[in-house]
């Protein structure tokens, strides 16, 4: 048996913040655009590989939450505490500096870590932790 990940999930505030994010800073392609009265789902993905996405969702559409926990959840998220993905890059130093000149919001400056990458982090327009570390490759 072979299981791959096709998608994973994060919860954005602003649709167009968070497209301008992935597609114009990360270089990310867009996928799928999708609306539904006021709510939109926009799935992304790093050109080269298109059998991995991220769906950037609208966090508060399940209708089975109750007005305290969709509370909660966009406190969550605010705080950044909710949501996170970690990504690769060849040249950390090289993507650290375009999400820096493009005024990403940085948690951490690149830095080798003890357990053996090297990484920074930076938070998208919603507050989810993106880390990026430095690929083998």
């Not at 996928?31 to 006021?38: P, S």
Request: hydrophobic share 40%; glycine share 8%.
């Amino acid at each position: 048996m072979q299981t791959t990940i096709h998608s994973s999930f994060l919860p954005h505030l602003d649709p167009e913040e968070s497209l301008a994010f992935y597609r114009d800073v990360l270089g990310f392609d867009v996928r799928l655009d999708v609306g539904y009265e006021d709510m939109r789902w926009i799935t992304v993905g790093p050109a080269g590989q298109p059998d991995t996405a991220i769906v950037l969702h609208p966090p508060a559409a399940n209708p089975g939450l109750t007005d305290a926990e969709r509370a909660m959840l966009l406190e969550l998220i605010a705080k950044g505490s909710y949501f996170g993905v970690n990504l690769a890059t060849p040249d950390l130093d090289e993507t650290f500096a375009a999400l820096e000149a493009a005024g990403a919001e940085i948690v951490q400056e690149p830095i080798d870590q003890d357990y053996g990458v090297r990484d920074c982090a930076v938070r998208d327009p919603a507050g989810n932790l993106i880390r990026i570390q430095q690929s083998a490759v």
